[in-house]
Every structure is written in C-alpha cells, then in structure tokens.
C-alpha cells in the first residue's frame, strides 16, 4: 500500500471584510445551526429578562396539615417566611368520613387564601373505599411571602359524617433577593 501526503488547505476570505456598522448589536431573528464547539452570547437585560428553571437551587421542605380552626374541608399551610418563595412540586390529600354515612369528594383545590378560591390549581380526586377519597399530583405552584397557601376538598357529605382532611405538600423553599 503506497502512503500519500495531504495538506489542509486555508479558506479563502472575501476580499473586502464585512464590517456591520448599524444596528449594533444586529437584530437576528429565524433560526440558528450551530456545530459542535460553537457558541452563543446572549443578552438578558433587567428590563426583559429571559425566563429560566434555576434548577437546584433553594432547599427541599414538606408540610402536613389537617382540617383545623373550624373551617371545615380546608388545610392551611401558612406562608413562606419574609424574603422565601416556597415552589410547590407535589401534592396529595386524603378525605374520610365517618362509616355508615355519605361523603362524595368532588374536586381538591389549592389556592393562595384565606378569601376563598380564586386561581389555583385543581387536583382530581378519586374514591378509594367507602367514605375515602385521595389525591395525588404533581404541580408547580408557587408561594411568595405573605400570601398563604390553603387546600381545600369540594363535594357532598351528610350531616354528621364529619369529614377529616390530611394532606401534604413538598418542594423547594428558595430566597427572594
């Protein structure tokens, strides 16, 4: 077999550059290829940030609650504490009643109170057994100082079934600067 000597050759240039005088920075808009070792600048202004997941950041918590002060069908649990934002990633609630009465669970909603549900989150409940319903899911709700994060159940139950409700959340706790 005969070896062979190559050589690499320089790429030819225009023979005037090109030289953007304005707009600078040049607007760019369509898409962009890029090949493997390349890369990007990108400008994130304060005025008009661009959004990202800051995964990793911020410390895991979880709380338990259970239908307290009387109101019934509602957990409360509390509010992030000044300068925290709690991001909530999991959920999940239980609902019983008494045996021998009627309790039908129709939706869980949690929502930043204590005036009743506004926006929120609604989380689909499911029968378990008699006088049993559960909820699971995942979510991302968010918490800020102040505002208090409160799940509540929503149904039919008879008089004297006295319905209990536990429930969970977990996620981050995270600082606000």
């Known amino acids: 077999m005969a070896s062979r000597q190559t050589a690499?050759?320089?790429?030819?240039?225009?023979?005037?550059?090109?030289?953007?005088?304005?707009?600078?920075?040049?607007?760019?808009?369509?898409?962009l290829g890029l090949t493997a070792g390349s890369s990007v600048t990108v400008s994130n202004p304060i005025s008009s940030p661009i959004p990202v997941l800051d995964v990793g950041r911020g410390s895991p918590f979880?709380?338990?609650?259970?239908?307290?002060?009387?109101?019934?069908?509602?957990?409360?649990?509390?509010?992030?504490?000044?300068?925290?934002?709690?991001i909530i990633h999991h959920v999940s609630a239980e609902v019983s009643a008494n045996p021998g009465t009627s309790l039908t669970v129709t939706s869980f909603t949690m929502f930043i109170g204590p005036f009743g549900p506004g926006l929120g989150d609604t989380v689909i409940p499911q029968r378990t057994a008699d006088n049993v319903t559960v909820a699971n899911s995942q979510t991302e709700f968010v918490v800020n100082a102040g505002e208090e994060l409160i799940l509540s159940f929503h149904g039919e139950f008879t008089v004297g079934s006295s319905p209990i409700m536990r429930a969970f959340i977990s996620g981050v706790v995270v600082p606000v600067t």
């Open 8 to 31: 690499a050759q320089v790429p030819s240039r225009p023979s005037t550059p090109v030289e953007i005088v304005s707009p600078s920075p040049l607007p760019v808009t369509g898409t």
């Open 62 to 86: 979880q709380k338990t609650g259970i239908s307290i002060n009387g109101i019934l069908g509602q957990v409360d649990f509390g509010s992030p504490q000044a300068g925290q934002r709690w």
